[in-house]
């Protein structure tokens, strides 16, 4: 039986304002608010599924994927926003990534559409923070959904949008602030209020002012001084741990099930920004709220661990949709230049982490003039890329490796400076 809102609410009030009862009580309503949390998943995951179905006739290309909130991050929220824990309506939340704004536009409509003609999904409420933005600068288009009680969040950004997004994530895993939730230095959320506006100049097509674009860069230096000699700053380096993706991609090839779907618990420690572990969990509600629950209590948020369930039908989709769990590049990529971003947004959004992998060894090794066959750059020098086949096309279709008539493989060397610019 679902558990009464004045429980829920209470519930609500005990762990965000830590008040203090009896060790049982607490415990009691505890119960309540996991049991609160998991009613929301078979919602979620049926129209996640309902959705990702409808998008099949979707002309343009997209990601999608679901999450429960964390228990840590709904907690912080109801002491930020003084409100009842049934009041929030992004309990459990979809994420769709479309290529452009006008894409974003025409998923609304096609969304529209598709909710007309169903029976038990309707749209309570849309607001767009495109233009305009929050304090932060975050820019996406949210609909809230009504699907039979429930309240669920569907965020559709633009690949530029979702780019800026996951920046400030992973710039709070080396800060140790939360950036989008207003924490830390004005300095610091400055910049990226200011890199949020400039994005979205570039985004309507509009060209930046030099002026504008050496104030930001003056921005990004200052915010990089306070992130610097943070007490609370985590980490200096990082790396995308690749063997975490061949790990996951193996664990959902034996986890497979019917509709392609699964749910995912990703544990990331704050204090290296790496993975600490992940599994694949049962559809299960009540087992995955289980699972869920217990793995939030060995790796609690105060300790500097960040857990994390995501629902989706490819581990590939994941790495799109969540990046920053996925770990950073470098220190140094985490704050850029303006420069750097555009071409991060114009080339190497382009390029999946396979396809970069093989440039770097191409270019490392010098081929450009001389040739590299297939099978010993993939058995050889590429053995870790998993998307060794897909990665390659792609820079075989952008024309930045040749394929010559016998089968080997070369640079472009007329593509030379794009290529540089994508690494």
């Known amino acids: 039986m679902p558990v009464s809102k004045s429980k829920v609410d209470k519930s609500g009030y005990i762990l965000s304002e830590s008040i203090k009862v009896d060790e049982y009580i607490y415990l009691e309503f505890e119960e309540y608010f996991d049991e609160y949390r998991k009613e929301h998943l078979p919602v979620l995951t049926s129209t996640t599924l309902e959705i990702q179905d409808w998008l099949s006739t979707f002309s343009k290309g997209y990601y999608i994927a679901q999450r429960l909130k964390r228990k840590p991050q709904i907690i912080r929220k109801l002491k930020r926003l003084s409100v009842r824990l049934t009041q929030l309506q992004d309990i459990g939340g979809l994420r769709i990534i479309v290529d452009t704004n006008k894409d974003v536009n025409e998923l ?96 309507a097509g509009r060209k930046p002012a030099p002026a504008h674009k050496i104030a930001l860069d003056k921005a990004r230096d200052s915010a990089i001084k306070v992130i610097e000699s943070s007490d609370k700053k985590s980490i200096l380096n990082a790396h995308v741990d690749e063997g975490v993706i061949k790990t996951l991609v193996e664990k959902e090839s034996k986890n497979r099930n019917q509709d392609r ?88 959004m382009d390029l999946d982490t396979g396809a970069r992998d093989i440039l770097l060894c191409m270019v490392g090794k010098k081929y450009w003039s001389k040739k590299i066959s297939i099978d010993t750059l993939k058995n050889h020098y590429c053995r870790n890329v998993l998307t060794f086949e897909h990665s390659l096309q792609s820079l075989i279709d952008k024309g930045y490796i040749i394929k010559h008539s016998q089968g080997p493989l070369s640079l472009n060397i007329a593509k030379k400076n794009e290529i540089e610019s994508c690494l």
């Open 261 to 348: 779907f699964n749910n995912w618990i990703l544990i990331l420690d704050w204090n290296t920004g790496c993975f600490v572990d992940w599994k694949v969990i049962s559809r299960n509600p009540d087992e995955a709220i289980r699972a869920y629950v217990e793995t939030e209590k060995l790796y609690p948020n105060n300790d500097g661990f960040e857990v994390v369930m995501i629902g989706s039908s490819d581990i590939s989709t994941v790495r799109e949709t969540h990046s920053h769990y996925f770990g950073i590049d470098t220190y140094e990529d985490v704050l850029e230049s303006l420069d750097d971003s555009i071409v991060s947004l114009s080339k190497r």
């Open 108 to 203: 609304l409509s096609f969304l529209k559409n598709k909710v007309d003609q169903s029976e038990h999904i309707q749209i309570h409420r849309i607001t767009d923070y495109r233009e305009h933005g929050r304090d932060t600068g975050y820019r996406a288009l949210h609909v809230i959904l009504s699907v039979d009680r429930y309240k669920l969040e569907l965020q559709i950004r633009s690949k530029i949008q979702h780019y800026w997004a996951e920046s400030i994530e992973r710039t709070s895993i080396v800060y140790g602030y939360y950036l989008k939730e207003s924490e830390g230095s004005n300095i610091v959320l400055d910049y990226f209020q200011n890199l949020a506006k400039i994005f979205n100049e570039i985004e």
